[in-house]
Every structure is written in structure tokens, then in C-alpha cells.
């Protein structure tokens, strides 16, 4: 029986927040192309086989394109790893806690943002021909003016306020659930019926109002809101999945290879389809008589896609952390300075794909222009890494060590549920 890992720090489940990062950033790219360079009947003059569309979509190259799954991935990470931090009596206080997220999450996210707001005033984009309506409609499309710089940096959630860096809706779920994190984990642990049944009250609501607006970008504050409650369980799924670790991990031991390669091909293609089958299911439910409304539709297809991506997400995070060959393939050099790079790489590549497209294209191909923006994007990554995510950590360090007036009050350790 293989040796359990040390889950207090786990490279392996960085160097997976690193690949999914990579991933968002080559989605975004190939967002940027052309419509007709999406399609798997376009261009006509390459074989169908050569396509891109056809091999983004119909092969394993799909796997480079999951954006949205990727995101839903970080989201039960962080419920994951959250629930490390705060277990084994070392929460030290609520106060302590948000200091961190704070600067872990806000204080990097807000130098992008006024660093974005600076490239657009040098770069002053235009509407350009040759690239997708994605590209052109939502990405800079607003002046930044100081009204925008402040609905950026309060993280009102709305698109005109998410146009610097459209990504950020994920940072803005991310930062608000930080807030109520410790109670969520604590009611998820010590009181897990009832408080999965207070995730469910506020979660199907919140999709039921999403539904009925049919938005499923929030156009309100809200919207947001609920936006934001819509991704509870995620969160509460990262939660189970630390408290039942050595329930799964024994159950893992006892399976015979065949059915931990069966496991590993679910987390698989159960990332990789969910997205599609939701398309799918979205399209096909409303000709079902008993789900005839919209609403109702809606709201079935996004449980659905959480559910599918979600298990997969938590699947591939168990196989990172308990897997020997996955663990062998994360602990790769590449993958671990990609992992250390990669909350810097999801916080700057779209400002770096803006500002090279729109500065570049003038003089380039797109596909070149996008070929540059893969290693400039890593190299900034690096950067913002060393001069402002690190200086960011050291600061919610400093901060959370340093002495308080009022006492700390310790929450109760969690019982260990996996026995």
C-alpha cells in the first residue's frame, strides 16, 4: 500500500491550479479567433481532420479549451484547501483569516486592475476586424474612467464593472465566499445535515432567479449575488472532500488497477464532456413536457453541469493528491513553477492577450500574435509572481501575526467525520 502524501502541502495540487490556469489562458485565446475558425466546417480549404474548430471540439485537444470547468475546479480546490487552513485548531480567528484572503486574493487583483486601466490608455483600443465578436464586444469595451476603476475594485460584478479583466467574476465569487468561509466550513463539519440543507436553501433560489432573468452572465448587483451563492456547493464539495479523504483514500487502496484507471478515465472525461452535455441538456429540455418552462430548464441544466464538472473537479483533485503516477507527473519541475505562477498567470493573461492584440495587430497574423501571447503571458505571470503576489503574502503574514487588542476567538475543532 502506497505511503499517504503530506496534504498540508501538496505541490501536486498546485501543479493542478497551474495546468488549469494554462488551459484558461489557451481558451481565451482561442476565443479570440474568428467565428469561422471555431466552426469544424471552416476554413474550407483545410482538410475537415486539420480544422481547428473540428480538433478543439472532436479530439483530445478538447481538453485545452475547458475554461469554464477549469474555473468550476478552482472554485472545489478552494474549498478544499480553505477547509486545510482552517482544521486541527489552526484557524487563529476570523479576523486573521479574511486578513490573509485579502491580501492572498485582493491586494494582487487590485495593482492588475489599475495596471490594465494604464494599458488601455497607452494601447487605446479600437474595434478590430479579423477577430471574434467575443474579443471586440466584452473585452476593454469601456473607457477607464474613475467610476469603472471604482466598480472594478469594489467587485460589483457586473460586466461594464469586470471589462479591465473580464476573469475577475471568478475572483469576485472567490473573495466573497472567503468572507463567510470559516461559518460555511463550520456549519458543513460540525452540523453537516442542516448545513448542507442552509447551502441548499440559498443555492436553489439564487438559480432560480438566474433562471427566470435568463442571464447567465449577472446584468445586476443582484444578479451577482445570487451569481455568487449559485457556487456554494462547489465550495461545500471541497469541504466533504477534505473531511472524507481517508474514507476515499482507503477506498481507493482496496480497488484493483483496473478500477482506479476506471476512476481516473471518469474524472477524465467527466471534465471534459460536462460542458458539452450541458449545451446538450440546456437545447433538449425544453421539448420534455414536465420541464417546459425556461426557468425550469435553465435551472436543471446548471445543476446539472455542476454536479458532472464538480465530481470530476473533486475526482481529479483525489487522484493529484493519492494517484503515484498522478503524483509522479505533478511533481515535475514545469508543472510546479506553473502551479507556483498561477494565480499571477489566470490574474494577467487577458490583459496581456488585450493589449498584445490590439498593439500588434496592425503588424501580425493573429495566430502569430496569439503565439507570442502564450510565453509573454507566462513571463508576466512570473513577474507579477515575484513583485506583487509574493509582497502580498508577506504582508497578510505580517498582518495576521501581529499582536490584537481583543482576544482571539478559536472555533471548535471539527470532528474527524471520515471514521
Not at 486541527?88 to 494582487?108: A, D, E, H, S, T
Not at 508543472?335 to 493573461?349: A, F, P
Not at 495566430?367 to 509574493?390: S, T
Amino acid at each position: 500500500m502506497a505511503g499517504k502524501p503530506d496534504i498540508r502541502r501538496s505541490i501536486q495540487l498546485d501543479s493542478v491550479r497551474g495546468v488549469a490556469a494554462f488551459i484558461v489562458l489557451i481558451y481565451h485565446c482561442s476565443l479570440t479567433m474568428p467565428a469561422s475558425w471555431q466552426s469544424a466546417d471552416q476554413p474550407a480549404s483545410l482538410p475537415r481532420y486539420l480544422r481547428p474548430g473540428f480538433l478543439l471540439h472532436y479530439t483530445p485537444l478538447h481538453l485545452l479549451v475547458l475554461g469554464p470547468a477549469c474555473v468550476l475546479l478552482f472554485f472545489v480546490l478552494s474549498g478544499y484547501v480553505l477547509a486545510l487552513s482552517l482544521s486541527g485548531g489552526r484557524f487563529g480567528g476570523y479576523g486573521r483569516f479574511v486578513i490573509r484572503r485579502i491580501c492572498r486574493i485582493y491586494i494582487p487583483f487590485a495593482v492588475v486592475i489599475m495596471l490594465s486601466a494604464l494599458a488601455w490608455r497607452i494601447v487605446q483600443p479600437t474595434s478590430l476586424p479579423d477577430v471574434s465578436a467575443w474579443f471586440n464586444a466584452e473585452q476593454w469595451s469601456e473607457f477607464p474612467s474613475a467610476m469603472l476603476l471604482l466598480g472594478h475594485l469594489a467587485m460589483v460584478g457586473t460586466p461594464p464593472l469586470q471589462s479591465l479583466d473580464p476573469p475577475m467574476w471568478s475572483l469576485v465569487v472567490e473573495m466573497r465566499i472567503s468572507l463567510i468561509f470559516p461559518l460555511l466550513y463550520f456549519a458543513v463539519t460540525r452540523h453537516r445535515a442542516a448545513g448542507l440543507a442552509v447551502v441548499a436553501a440559498l443555492y436553489l433560489p439564487a438559480c432560480l432567479i438566474l433562471s427566470q432573468r435568463g442571464e447567465t452572465m449577472p446584468q445586476s448587483f443582484s444578479s451577482s449575488i445570487c451569481g455568487t451563492l449559485a457556487y456554494l456547493p462547489v465550495f461545500a464539495a471541497g469541504i466533504m472532500l477534505y473531511e472524507k479523504r481517508e474514507m476515499l483514500h482507503g477506498l481507493y487502496q482496496s480497488m484493483s488497477v483496473a478500477r482506479r484507471c476506471a476512476a481516473a478515465l471518469f474524472a477524465i472525461l467527466g471534465f471534459a464532456l460536462a460542458h458539452r452535455a450541458a449545451l446538450w441538456l440546456t437545447a433538449a429540455l425544453p421539448s420534455v413536457p414536465f420541464v417546459r418552462p425556461q426557468v425550469l430548464a435553465g435551472l436543471v441544466s446548471l445543476m446539472f453541469w455542476q454536479v458532472m464538472v464538480g465530481g470530476a473537479a473533486a475526482a481529479i483533485i483525489f487522484m493529484a493528491l493519492y494517484s503515484d503516477i498522478c503524483r509522479r507527473v505533478l511533481a515535475a519541475r514545469p508543472l510546479q513553477w506553473l502551479g507556483t505562477v498561477s494565480y499571477s498567470l489566470y490574474l494577467t493573461h487577458m490583459v496581456v492577450l488585450m493589449a498584445a492584440v490590439h498593439a500588434l495587430h496592425a503588424y501580425l497574423p493573429l495566430p502569430a500574435i496569439l503565439g507570442l501571447v502564450i510565453p509573454l503571458a507566462l513571463a508576466v505571470a512570473a513577474l507579477g509572481y515575484r513583485w506583487i503576489e509574493e509582497p502580498s503574502i508577506a504582508l497578510g503574514r505580517r498582518l495576521a501575526r501581529a499582536p490584537r487588542r481583543t482576544p482571539v476567538i478559536a472555533v471548535p475543532q471539527a470532528p474527524n467525520m471520515s471514521k
